[in-house]
């Protein structure tokens, strides 16, 4: 398969960040001489695919920024999480705000294992991520003037609580009939959903009680895999109850949108 790939050399550290299925965003520490850019890009590549170095090609632009590579024809990692969540499995994944641990919401098993990886208490909630408003409206109940101000906000880093549909098990909601729901602003987040065709569990991939984390590398829960990518907030989601119009918690979105 082949990638396009942008670099960014003489960075702080090595970073991967997958856009979307075949595009890329590579940081490195090397400046472009003497060839040690290009060879630092496909040692960042190997470790980001599990891949030997001499599996590795590069097709087009020696001496550019952008660059054109080909590799083995393997599952990319959006392509692996997507498999892993269809299997019933337990995904990391990034989003704008921190990074989130999900499953296929309709999987009871698995979403109880969650509960048991985070050591969280099954009378804690969770919420959901979906990919867009078509399957925003499939989960909850919701009027048109609150729709017209949500759109306003999702995507984006924040969580709105509305009244779920049956189809939602209580076991999300903890027998309520409200639950948190959000469009993340991440373009792996949001494939992911896309592509597994079911909302997922959004909650923060860390133990429950602890600080959040914004990193693949961080991610200390013994889930089935981790998507690597980047958070842009690093900081929880605001959560607004729109039932009784008021902030639950102030976080990286809008504030006053009432006023």
């Known amino acids: 398969m082949f990638i396009k790939v942008k670099v960014f050399p003489k960075s702080k550290k090595t970073s991967v960040i997958q856009k979307s299925n075949n595009s890329f965003e590579i940081r490195i520490k090397s400046k472009p001489e003497r060839g040690e850019a290009n060879k630092e890009v496909m040692r960042a590549l190997a470790v980001f695919f599990n891949i030997r170095l001499n599996q590795i090609r590069l097709i087009k632009g020696k001496k550019q920024r952008n660059k054109i590579f080909e590799l083995p024809s393997i599952p990319n990692q959006i392509e692996r999480a997507v498999d892993v969540l269809k299997r019933g499995g337990i995904i990391a994944y990034p989003t704008d705000t921190v990074y989130g641990v999900g499953c296929n919401i309709f999987d009871e098993k698995a979403i109880k294992r969650i509960f048991r990886l985070k050591k969280r208490n099954f009378d804690k909630p969770l919420s959901v991520a ?71 569990i959004s909650t923060s991939a860390n133990i429950s009680g602890q600080e959040p984390v914004n990193s693949a590398e961080k991610v200390d829960l013994k889930v089935d895999f981790v998507v690597k990518g980047k958070c842009k907030y690093k900081k929880p989601s605001t959560i607004i109850d729109f039932k009784n119009k008021k902030i639950i918690r102030q976080g990286a979105g809008k504030i006053n949108i009432w006023k």
């Open 130 to 200: 979906v990919c867009d408003f078509k399957m925003l409206e499939q989960l909850v109940v919701i009027t048109e003037k609150d729709k017209k101000i949500i759109k306003r906000l999702l995507p984006g880093p924040t969580t709105v609580i509305l009244p779920k549909k049956p189809i939602v098990s209580d076991l999300i909601t903890n027998g309520t009939d409200y639950i948190g729901i959000r469009i993340p602003k991440d373009i792996i987040a949001l494939e992911i959903i896309k592509k597994s065709g079911f909302p997922i």
